[in-house]
C-alpha cells in the first residue's frame, strides 16, 4: 500500500516563495509521472504541474508558467513544487497525484483521470 502525503503549505504573503512536498510513503513507488493540481470551494480541481519521473520532463498550466516549478528527487520517493512571486489568486488546496501507466505525452498528465493516487492536499493560503 502506498500513500502520498502532501507538506509544505500555509499563510503566506503576496509576493513571497514557498515549496511543497509531497512524499511517497511504502514498501514500493513505482510512478510513470507526478502531478500537482490545486482546487478552490466551488470550482473543479484544476492541473498545476506534472513530471516524467525518469526523464524529468515537465509540463505546466498556463496561469503558473514563469513561477511554478516542479521537481523531483527519485531517491527520496519526493516531488516538489516551487512557488514564487505567490498572488492571492494561488489561495487554494493543492493535491499530488501519482500514475503508474505511460502516456505517449505530456497533454495526458493534466487530465484528473489519468491518476490512480492522490494525497491528502495541502491548503495554500496568499494574503494580500
Known amino acids: 500500500q502506498v500513500q502520498l502525503v502532501e507538506s509544505g503549505g500555509g499563510l503566506v504573503q503576496a509576493g513571497g516563495s514557498l515549496r511543497l512536498t509531497c512524499v511517497g510513503i511504502?514498501?514500493?513507488?513505482?510512478?510513470?509521472?507526478m502531478g500537482w493540481f490545486r482546487q478552490v470551494p466551488g470550482k473543479e480541481r484544476e492541473f498545476v504541474a506534472s513530471i516524467k519521473w525518469i526523464t524529468g520532463d515537465t509540463d505546466y498550466a498556463n496561469a503558473v508558467k514563469g513561477r511554478f516549478t516542479i521537481s523531483r528527487d527519485n531517491a527520496k520517493r519526493t516531488v516538489y513544487l516551487r512557488i514564487d512571486t505567490l498572488q492571492p489568486e494561488d489561495t487554494a488546496v493543492y493535491y499530488c497525484?501519482?500514475?503508474?501507466?505511460?502516456?505517449?505525452?505530456?497533454?495526458?498528465?493534466?487530465?484528473?483521470?489519468?491518476?490512480?493516487?492522490w494525497g491528502q492536499g495541502t491548503q495554500v493560503t496568499v494574503s494580500s
Open positions: 511504502g514498501r514500493t513507488f513505482t510512478p510513470h509521472a
Open positions: 497525484g501519482h500514475t503508474g501507466q505511460s502516456f505517449p505525452g505530456p497533454y495526458y498528465y493534466r487530465f484528473i483521470d489519468t491518476y490512480n493516487l
